[in-house]
């Protein structure tokens, strides 16, 4: 999957230092947006979207943060608590790894 991914990437390279690109700028700002949101991992969510992102409850959520699998949430500004993408994709990975609990990611 990667290899197809690396291969169209260096196509579209390939093609806008030709000046052969064929997309418009809306199809090229939406290119963009998706890398950018796939690539964000030290972005920051809230409890809601976290839950969201993992797709579970939040009494789950809660759950799995108390047995560790899930790592507490840090204060920012305002005391609100965020959690990083980085942090929860390595707690989908736990949880797998432990086979405790059927995440939407299996």
Known sequence: ML????????????????????????????????????????????????????????????NYVREGYIPKGKHEQGGTLRWSKRELDESIKKLKDKRYGKLYRE
Not at 36 to 50: I, P
């Open 3 to 62: 290899k197809q991914l690396r291969i169209l990437l260096q196509h579209i390279i390939d093609d806008i230092d030709s000046g052969n690109s064929n997309a418009d700028e809306k199809e090229l700002q939406s290119i963009v947006d998706f890398i950018s949101k796939v690539t964000r991992k030290d972005d920051t969510m809230s409890k809601y979207l976290a839950c969201k992102y993992m797709r579970l409850s939040r009494a789950q959520f809660d």
